[in-house]
Nanobody, 123 residues
């Protein structure tokens, strides 16, 4: 059974950093495109960063460019989202998801979601 499990969220002060992990089980993550998404209270789920199989193409939301980095460790069957210079507006539940391929980094292009991990940026 294909499963994704996010972890690494928490409470961090503005300007701080967090690294989110997304562990895949039941399938080989290397064969899929990976996406990180977030949903803040009262807002729609939005794409944060997505990368294709082999990481040949990577997209970032304008709001996180230069601050967030998506990566994957095939040996650990795990994807990561390194977040730096965090801002209060980054507060949200963060999800990872996979797809065979994608044209745009939007939730509709991805299936097989994890349960999410809460990130709160506050002083």
């Amino acid at each position: 059974q294909l499963q994704l499990a996010e972890s690494g969220g928490g409470l961090v002060q503005p300007g701080g950093s967090l690294r989110l992990s997304c562990v895949a089980s039941g399938f080989t993550l290397n064969y899929y495109a990976i996406g990180w998404f977030r949903q803040a209270p009262g807002k729609e789920r939005e794409g944060v960063s997505c990368t294709t199989v082999g990481s040949g193409r990577t997209e970032y939301a304008d709001s996180v460019k230069g601050r967030f980095t998506i990566s994957r460790d095939n040996a650990k069957n795990t994807a990561y989202l390194q977040m730096s210079s965090l801002k209060p507006e980054d507060t949200a539940v963060y999800y990872c998801a996979v797809a065979s391929l994608f044209r745009k980094c939007v939730p509709q292009a991805f299936g097989s979601w994890g349960q999410g991990t809460q990130v709160t940026v506050s002083s």
